[in-house]
């Protein structure tokens, strides 16, 4: 995967080159080493992060899952965690949010731009094994949440006004990238950490679909209550956004 990553790179920079002659095509993306792109990716790994865990607190004070003591290697995996959590972000972020999405956006509106990066994302992690696409088709959902909520606030922090305009002219420029990654990578985090360091256990209080599938969070009805309210929080802030700059 990570070659094929690589051998992505490279395509997406000719792809900009030769094709729509752009030689800044990952700026485009909204991939830029700007103060305002890297306080973002800050903000939305923190974001990310404390809703990973906040998820599991929750569940902890509901008496579904034991907490655990810490391994003497926890320092060891919070780092390992840290860079495998950013690469998987950065590699799907600008996957599905920077190349996909910047192709739709040349031909389609905003709507049809956040629903088919959603759902292109949400059918990405399902392509296994008819048996196991039934057996964890909770997650479907989801991830087509979290691929409309990472979407949405990538267009809150762009430069212009969240708007439906002329499909040649929609966001064009000023979007950045990195608080999309830094909530993706801030998700992955907290559940690297929390399973690898074996911080929890599920004691069988409630069955697997409320908690999660093979212990993965957004595998349940409460990984899906709270990316709801993630989505949700970044829908209402894009409208207070869009009202202000109208104002």
């Known amino acids: 995967m990570g070659l094929l990553f690589v051998e ?3 395509g997406w920079h000719f792809w900009g080159k030769f094709v729509h002659g ?3 095509i990952y700026a485009r993306y909204g991939l830029v080493s700007t103060r305002k792109n890297i306080r973002e990716f800050w903000q939305g790994l923190a974001i990310g992060f404390w809703l990973c865990l906040g998820l599991f607190i929750t569940e902890a004070l509901l ?3 034991n907490v655990l003591q810490p391994s003497a290697s926890l320092i060891r995996i919070i780092i390992e965690g840290w860079f495998s959590a950013i690469g998987i972000a950065l590699a799907e972020e600008l996957l599905f949010r920077g190349w996909l999405l910047d192709e739709l956006q040349r031909d389609y509106g905003q709507k049809i731009c ?5 759902i292109a994302y949400a059918i990405a992690h399902f392509l296994k094994p008819m048996e196991e696409i039934i057996r964890t088709a909770v997650t479907f959902p989801a ?4 691929g409309i909520a990472l979407v949405l606030a990538k267009y809150q922090h762009g430069d212009r006004a969240l708007k439906d305009t002329a499909p040649h002219k929609a966001f064009p420029e000023g979007n950045r990238l990195g608080i999309s990654i830094g909530i993706h990578g801030g998700l992955v985090w907290g559940y690297y950490i ?3 360091g074996q911080l929890i256990e599920y004691n069988g209080q409630v069955p697997d679909w409320v908690t999660g599938i093979d212990g993965n969070p957004i595998a349940g009805v409460m990984g899906l209550i709270f990316l709801s309210g993630l989505t949700l929080k970044i ?3 894009n409208r207070l956004s869009k009202e202000d700059r109208l104002s």
């Not at 956040?114 to 959603?118: C, L, Q």
């Not at 991830?143 to 979290?146: A, F, G, K, N």
Request: charged share 10%; proline share 0%; aromatic share 8%.
């Open 143 to 146: 991830l087509v949440l979290l």
């Open 114 to 118: 956040v629903a088919v990066t959603a």
């Open 22 to 24: 752009d030689r800044h």
């Open 8 to 10: 992505l790179l490279f």
């Open 194 to 196: 929390v399973h690898v």
């Open 63 to 65: 008496g579904w899952i």
């Open 235 to 237: 829908m209402l802030s």
